[in-house]
């Protein structure tokens, strides 16, 4: 043992093992298992930088931007909500339908020659795996949720000029897609809001008739005519004391002229009043008595002077046929005067009814204002969006083929040497610990407990 190694072990920690305070002899000792160790890594190494498959990453760049007119001239119909509408374009742009014709277009993952083929679907879920959009705050980039946004589109592929186009393609469909389903989103709206305009023009036609068909059917009845039926009312009722009276005074004349002039009575009234006096007599006297007999001989001939008598109406401006004309306006004014008080009774029933029907119509009508002026911003927002002058997207930076590769095989052969050279000397390590060597007077009075009496310098 060496001196050098003598004062090291003097002055050194106790707890740190021989070994490692000899790094040459332990290569010394263990150079054959570490330099094996060594070749087997850099032997790794090498195979796999060589078989690596290169990967390019190539990225575009989109802008999402707002509206370009003020709110203040018109309210867009279209959410701008972030997340759901970004959630909704990668849903459209990373469609199966969408990834199978950028694969098949391009020519991307083509079946090797010795190997089984790839199907559709696991190309598409490597093209998924290879492909991430997300919001780019790098280099000065504007944030998610400001009035302009950065999204990167970053594709992974061998090949750097496919990259490239992919992601360039992915772009454009970002753009497309973004496009549409802000025009889909308004059309969708006007389109909405007319079928329920057209509704309520329909709606508000069908109770404007109602309310026609009701004013028709209970014509009389409603309250615009309330005022003029009861002054109506009061006519009538005038007009029917006035006839009843003059019907009074009409009977009182005919009755004082049938007493005091009997013979200018009619056949008929005489043999009425005949009748009347015979069916007296026949009370009071027995059918053979004179005055019984005498008026049956009267009422005889008063019958056949009837019946050989042509029947005639009363001679007008007689008695009877002024009472007779009387009696005819007198049961017409009574007729109209109860169905006038009964119109009058129903209006206050109609009232609410036609109250209940106008109020549907008026908030109708208030509808129909509300979605003639939904409709009319509707049309203008999708006017704006047909003009791209509501949220825009536009491609900021075209994605480049990149010059190399984002997995090149210099950074894993420097991880690669590096690797291997710890674990040689992991090795070296491993291999002192299991079978352990003195490499100092201090590790042989530790382990021994027994004094060292001399060293000798290493023999080189």
Not at 283 to 294: D, G, K, L, R
Not at 364 to 374: G, P
Not at 383 to 390: I, K, L, R
Not at 401 to 409: F, V
């Amino acid at each position: 043992m060496s001196a050098a190694s003598d004062s090291a072990g003097e002055g050194g920690s106790p707890t740190l093992p021989g070994f490692l305070r000899d790094p040459i002899g332990l290569t010394q000792r263990r150079w054959k298992w570490m330099v094996a160790t060594l070749a087997l890594g850099l032997t790794a190494t090498a195979l796999f930088a060589r078989t690596l498959e290169l990967a390019y990453l190539s990225t575009a760049t989109v802008l999402v931007t707002s509206q370009r007119i003020s709110e203040e001239f018109f309210r867009p119909t279209v959410e701008s909500d972030q997340l759901e509408k970004v959630s909704a374009i990668l849903g459209e742009i990373m469609s199966r339908q969408n990834l199978a014709a950028l694969i098949e277009k391009y020519g991307l993952y083509p079946d090797k020659q010795d190997a089984d083929p790839v199907s559709m679907e696991d190309k598409i879920t490597q093209l998924r795996t290879a492909t991430e959009i997300r919001p780019d705050t790098t280099h000065g980039a504007v944030r998610p949720g400001s009035a302009a946004v950065v999204y990167a589109i970053s594709v992974y592929l061998d090949s750097a000029q496919g990259a490239a186009i992919v992601a360039n393609d992915l772009a454009g469909s970002f753009i497309d897609t973004h496009l549409k389903m802000r025009s889909r989103q308004a059309r969708l709206t006007t389109e909405f809001l007319r079928r329920e305009l057209a509704q309520v023009e329909e709606d508000l036609a069908k109770q404007e008739s109602a309310i026609t068909t009701f004013k028709q059917q209970y014509r009389g009845e409603l309250p615009g005519e309330l005022q003029t039926n009861i002054s109506r009312l009061d006519r009538l009722q005038m007009q029917r004391q006035s006839l009843a009276l003059q019907i009074a005074e009409a009977e009182t004349r005919m009755t004082t002229i049938a007493t005091t002039a009997p013979d200018a009575q009619s056949p008929q009234e005489r043999l009425k009043n005949l009748r009347a006096r015979y069916q007296e007599l026949a009370a009071i006297y027995t059918p053979e008595h004179p005055s019984v007999v005498a008026a049956e001989r009267q009422m005889a001939a008063l019958e056949k002077e009837v019946a050989e008598t042509p029947q005639e109406s009363a001679a007008p401006g007689s008695p009877a046929s002024t009472i007779g004309e009387l009696r005819r306006q007198l049961a017409a004014t009574v007729a109209e005067f109860e169905d006038l008080d009964r119109r009058v009774a129903s209006t206050p029933k109609r009232q609410e009814e036609l109250a209940a029907l106008e109020q549907r119509a008026e908030i109708l009508r208030e509808s129909h204002r509300e979605f003639l002026r939904k409709v009319s911003q509707a049309e203008l927002a999708e006017a704006v969006e047909s003009a791209q002058q509501g949220e825009r997207a536009t491609i900021l930076d075209k994605a480049v083929p990149p010059s190399h590769p984002d997995n090149s095989p210099l950074k894993y052969i420097v991880v690669g040497i590096i690797a291997s050279v710890l674990l040689a000397a992991g090795i070296g390590v491993l291999l002192e610990l299991v079978d352990a060597v003195v490499v100092s007077d201090t590790e042989i009075e530790q382990r021994y407990q027994l004094p060292v009496l001399g060293s000798i310098a290493r023999i080189r």
